[in-house]
T-cell receptor, first 115, second 110 residues
Framework: DVKVTQSSRYLVKRTGEKVFLECVQD?????MFWYRQDPGLGLRLIYF???????EKGDIPEGYSVSREKKERFSLILESASTNQTSMYLC??????????????FGPGTRLTVL | KQEVTQIPAALSVPEGENLVLNCSFT??????LQWFRQDPGKGLTSLLL?????REQTSGRLNASLDKSSGRSTLYIAASQPGDSATYLC?????????FGPGTRLSVLP
């Protein structure tokens, strides 16, 4: 069964802390994505990666960085957490082929609260 | 710029009704269109994927259609149940880019 897992369902951090969100997929997908979801703003793409050590900025990369050292794992890093980064973070993955059958699969999400 | 919109933003229906959710996209050069369900506080669950060469796809009580020429997709839910209550999002794939709509929040009343 297809699976995308995220390291935490809920996370509470303090302003200024460095925060790591981990995502792992078992489908051998090339593409991996990090989104944040906020009420009234929908899903916004932070970063995506199409291969190991490769990354592309999405719509809102400021304040975030990413790491992809292995194909199955994509990490989102908040270098210095701020209260406006309180949000639901969603990881997703897909094949790179962009063929018509290629779906995007999502993890369960991490609800991050920054105090 | 590629944009996806969904109407209505929220919908409340009595149990047993058939209903239609709408999704519109501005760029018809779409690779595929995917419908998702999201329960409160959870991730997105894929419901149906319609390829650009297809006109519709069915899974159980769900039927999704795609009309590239008009830039529209619809999700039809037959005989709605309280368990169908959730937010439904559509997303168009353009190359490696997925463009999401804002979602329709559905409430099915017992």
């Amino acid at each position: 069964d297809v699976k995308v897992t995220q390291s935490s369902r809920y996370l509470v951090k303090r302003t200024g802390e460095k925060v790591f969100l981990e995502c792992v997929q078992d489908m051998d997908h090339e593409n991996m994505f990090w989104y944040r979801q906020d009420p009234g703003l929908g899903l916004r793409l932070i970063y995506f990666s199409y291969d190991v050590k490769m990354k592309e900025k999405g719509d809102i990369p400021e304040g975030y960085s990413v790491s992809r050292e292995k194909k199955e794992r994509f990490s989102l890093i908040l270098e210095s957490a701020s209260t406006n980064q309180t949000s639901m973070y969603l990881c997703a993955s897909s094949f790179i082929g962009a063929g018509e059958r290629d779906e995007q699969f999502f993890g369960p999400g991490t609800r991050l609260t920054v105090l | 710029k590629q944009e996806v919109t969904q109407i209505p933003a929220a919908l409340s229906v009595p149990e047993g009704e058939n209903l239609v959710l709408n999704c519109s996209f501005t760029d018809s050069a779409i690779y595929n269109l995917q419908w998702f369900r999201q329960d409160p506080g959870k991730g997105l669950t894929s419901l149906l994927l319609i390829q650009s060469s297809q006109r519709e796809q069915t899974s159980g009580r769900l039927n999704a259609s795609l009309d590239k020429s008009s830039g529209r997709s619809t999700l039809y839910i037959a005989a709605s149940q309280p368990g169908d209550s959730a937010t439904y999002l559509c997303a168009g794939r353009y190359g490696q880019n997925f463009v999401f709509g804002p979602g329709t929040r559905l409430s099915v009343l017992p």
